[in-house]
């Protein structure tokens, strides 16, 4: 199969459209479908027939997750999406992160850990406001384990919470941090990039090569960072985050792309992208469209 990108998209007014608001932040989504003939069909989880010649064949299962690398940027995408409909830079919001003094490598205890430190926190803040929140592991080179925790006190305005307190209640290690969102205009891209980019060394290039056999390096501030680096360190099947009850999760709806244009009013995006996949059968274009309003309003002032 041929894949063509470009950062340019072309989608008409009356062309439906995909879109999904979350907050400040509202994504579009464009697919167009060409010259479909299908070539294949399912029989089962394991197995297919090839229509046009009748031969059954096995299909590819991957065995971790660096083999299955888009299902697990799928993955990171929906978190993305998720961060977004819920956190949005607030002075109630904040981004913690949890380590262990030790070299803790065992998943279970960590989750069972967290339990215990929000049990602790929602005790703490009872009679104040009730607590909701998002948790990510994140795996380290040496094999370590730690959690970054988006938590939202959703009944007071302001909120602040000391390392010495998130410290004291953690119960496992010296290192811990606390950090506030109200600068960070697209938190879920934010924590995304955080949790799946590593920094370039000698030692990680090789390693850290994707699925298709490339290695993206971006810049910030000085430091190169392979895009995509920490991904192979994930185990495949594992569950990468949680959230609480009261975290929902964003709606998508369908209309056309005039009306979205209405609905965002003068803003341009802040990100475009098409990609076009064709084979001898099949030809579909996916195009995306993301609008920051928020970084769009503090641009204008």
Not at 86 to 109: A, C, I, P, Q, W
């Amino acid at each position: 199969m041929k894949k063509h990108s470009s950062d340019k998209v072309s989608i008409g007014d009356n062309d439906l459209v995909k879109v999904k608001q979350m907050n400040h932040v509202i994504e579009v989504r464009h697919s167009s479908k060409v010259n479909y003939k299908p070539n294949i069909k399912k029989l089962d989880k394991n197995t297919y027939v090839e229509i046009s010649t009748g031969e059954i064949k096995e299909f590819t299962h991957s065995e971790n997750r660096q083999q299955n690398y888009n299902s697990l940027r799928q993955t990171f995408n929906r978190l993305r999406d998720l961060i977004n409909n819920n956190f949005k830079g607030s002075s109630n919001e904040l981004h913690v992160t949890l380590t262990y003094k030790e070299n803790m490598k065992d998943t279970v205890r960590l989750y069972k850990d967290f339990k215990r430190f929000m049990t602790r926190l929602k005790r703490l803040y009872k009679d104040r406001s009730t607590i909701d929140y998002i948790n990510v592991i994140e795996p380290q080179e040496r094999g370590a384990w730690h959690c970054h925790c988006l938590i939202r006190f959703n009944d007071v305005d302001k909120i602040f919470l000391s390392n010495n307190k998130v410290r004291e209640l953690w119960e496992q290690g010296k290192i811990v941090s606390t950090k506030s969102l109200k600068n960070i205009d697209n938190i879920g891209a934010y924590l995304s990039a955080y949790l799946t980019d590593i920094e370039l060394t000698d030692e990680n290039a090789l390693s850290a090569l994707n699925a298709d056999g490339k290695l993206a390096i971006k810049e910030v501030e000085g430091k190169k960072y392979i895009k995509g680096g920490r991904l192979h360190m994930y185990p495949s099947g594992m569950n990468l985050y949680r959230k609480s009850k009261g975290i929902t999760v964003p709606v998508e709806v369908e209309m056309s792309f005039g009306r979205v244009k209405k609905k965002v009013g003068a803003a341009t995006p802040h990100f475009e992208k098409s990609i076009t996949l064709e084979d001898n059968d099949l030809t579909i274009t996916h195009q995306y469209l993301q609008y920051n309003i928020k970084r769009e309003n503090t641009e204008r002032a």
